[in-house]
């Protein structure tokens, strides 16, 4: 069975919205650590996405792959950074990665504007 990014990431969100209504302290913390994290800086938000990207190949997170990915093709990343990306998390991560930087090109595809 092949999975959907799309539909992986509509029902972690729809998941996400209950624990923001059961914990909403906590989902505050964890929403202004993020926003605070991808703000411009030395990285601007883009590399910052590249990087998150990277951690969520590695980790094998299916719906933070999703989300990065989503994330990226917001901020116009290239179809080029995105594969270095993934050719660093495979150098990094090794076999594992390597299916998961797979998992990630094929978010990437589903997700294109006209593809979803």
């Given at each position: 069975?092949?999975?959907?990014?799309?539909?992986?990431?509509?029902?972690?969100?729809?998941?996400?919205g209950?624990?923001?209504?059961?914990?909403?302290?906590?989902?505050?913390?964890?929403?202004?650590?993020?926003?605070s994290?991808?703000?411009?800086?030395?990285?601007?938000?883009?590399?910052?996405e590249?990087?998150?990207?990277?951690?969520?190949?590695?980790?094998?997170?299916?719906?933070c792959?999703?989300?990065?990915?989503?994330?990226?093709?917001?901020?116009?990343?290239?179809?080029?950074?995105?594969?270095?990306?993934?050719?660093?998390?495979?150098?990094?991560g090794?076999?594992?990665?390597?299916?998961?930087?797979?998992?990630?090109?094929r978010?990437?595809?589903e997700?294109?504007?006209?593809?979803?």
């Amino acid at each position: 069975m092949s999975k959907s990014f799309v539909q992986i990431t509509s029902d972690v969100s729809k998941a996400l919205g209950t624990l923001r209504r059961e914990i909403p302290q906590t989902m505050a913390g964890f929403g202004a650590m993020a926003k605070s994290s991808l703000q411009d800086g030395a990285l601007d938000e883009l590399h910052k996405e590249l990087i998150a990207l990277a951690i969520a190949v590695t980790q094998r997170c299916d719906a933070c792959v999703g989300f990065h990915i989503k994330a990226l093709i917001r901020l116009g990343a290239s179809r080029e950074q995105i594969m270095e990306t993934l050719g660093v998390c495979t150098y990094m991560g090794g076999g594992p990665a390597l299916m998961y930087a797979a998992e990630a090109v094929r978010a990437y595809e589903e997700m294109l504007p006209g593809n979803a």
